[in-house]
Every structure is written in C-alpha cells, then in structure tokens.
C-alpha cells in the first residue's frame, strides 16, 4: 500500500505542476474535446484528462453525461494510482473473472489484488456494468488506503459508512448527485480530482487510521 499512496501523491503532485508547465503533445486537453460547452464539471475534466485518467472519444468529444463502467472505472483507478500508461500485463496472464474483456482484464485483476474491487458472484465482474456514486466512493476511499473492514465499508451499513467517510474526505465536494445514482463521466472526474486533494491514510498497530 506504501506504493500506491508514493503513486497517488505523484499524482497529485503533477495535478500541481499543470498550472506551472506546458502540457505534452500527447495529452489531451480540454479544449481539444467537441462537446466542451456540455461539460459542467470544466476544472476537474481537464486536469483528470490532461494526466491521462479520462480519454475522449474517436469522435473528440468527451461525452461528459455518459456511464461510466465498470471496466473504465477499473482503467481510471490504475491510472490514478500508477500514471498514464501503466503496465498491467502481468495482470492478464490470468483473469479473476469470466466475462472481462482482454483489454480491461489487467486492470481489473490489478484492482481486484488491491482490495478495490470485486465480483457480482459466480466468477463475473460485469464490466460494462454501470456505477452509483457510493459504489464508486468506497472504491476511492480504498485506494485512499482506507480498510474496507475496519472502516465498516462492507456489510449491511457499507452505505451509510461509505457516505460518512466520503463526505469527511471531500470526495463529493462540489457534486450534487444522489448517493445511489449512476454515476456520469464527469461526476466521476470530479470524485477523481477530489480524492487526488484528500489525504492518504495508514494504520497503526491497534487498526487507528493515521493522516
């Protein structure tokens, strides 16, 4: 978990650097998207695109009221934590799940060994699955570095618990979206840009978090 939280911090810290630098040629900007006018949350589409966590569509637009997946969810997450173009080939040599995907299995598997995510039961991840708010907040507080069994994240109460912790950390500031509703590609970016600006956890030796 040590490198994840190294990883994520260096994320934040190149979210620090784009006010201070150019741009590479092979990011993605948020100007360069068709439908930049359709898009409310302008701030955190565009830092989230230009590191490489979001990318547009063949047709350029960003389509910012899209579900998001499962799969792309799973995508997202790795690039957050390890940066754009991270390497999970080790990952896909053997799939947790039946019905993933190549392109998404490494991703998936990846995420799955970090305690991030899970299945639907019998074996299956449903990757174009969509996602609600909380579903998505209790994968971010995980990769936070938070335990989903002390903080409760998993259970009857996982919902409750989940929305006290993600209003605690600021992962739905600015969001005004219901906890149960599915999640759009631009409500995602902004719970993305949040956790980048929330604090990374660990724990002690009595299972007490420390910021």
């Known amino acids: 978990m040590r490198n994840l939280k190294r990883a994520l911090s260096l994320a934040l810290a190149s979210v620090m650097l784009l006010g201070m630098m150019v741009v590479g040629s092979s990011a993605k900007g948020i100007d360069d998207f068709t439908d930049k006018a359709e898009i409310v949350n302008q701030d955190a589409v565009a830092v989230t695109s230009a590191i490489g966590m979001f990318e547009g569509y063949e047709d350029g637009s960003f389509g910012p009221e899209n579900v998001v997946t499962r799969a792309e969810m799973a ?81 009857t109460d996982w919902s409750i618990n989940v929305s006290a912790k993600a209003n605690q950390v600021g992962l739905l500031n600015g969001l005004d979206v219901g906890a149960n509703a599915t999640l759009t590609r631009e409500q995602a970016a902004k719970m993305c840009l949040n956790t980048l600006k929330a604090p990374l956890v660990e724990y002690d030796t009595k299972g007490s978090t420390i910021t």
């Not at 957050?80 to 995907?101: H, I």
């Not at 490494?106 to 174009?128: H, W």
């Open 75 to 155: 995508v997202i997450i790795c690039t957050m934590l390890y940066g754009a173009g991270v390497s999970v080939n080790q990952f896909a040599e053997t799939s947790v799940f039946t019905d993933v995907p190549a392109w998404a299995q490494g991703y998936v598997n990846l995420c799955s060994s970090l305690g991030i995510v899970a299945g639907v039961g019998d074996g299956k991840f449903d990757p174009n699955g969509s996602l609600t708010t909380l579903q998505f907040a209790k994968m971010l507080l995980v990769a936070l570095g938070y335990d989903a069994k002390i903080e409760g994240f998993v259970g």
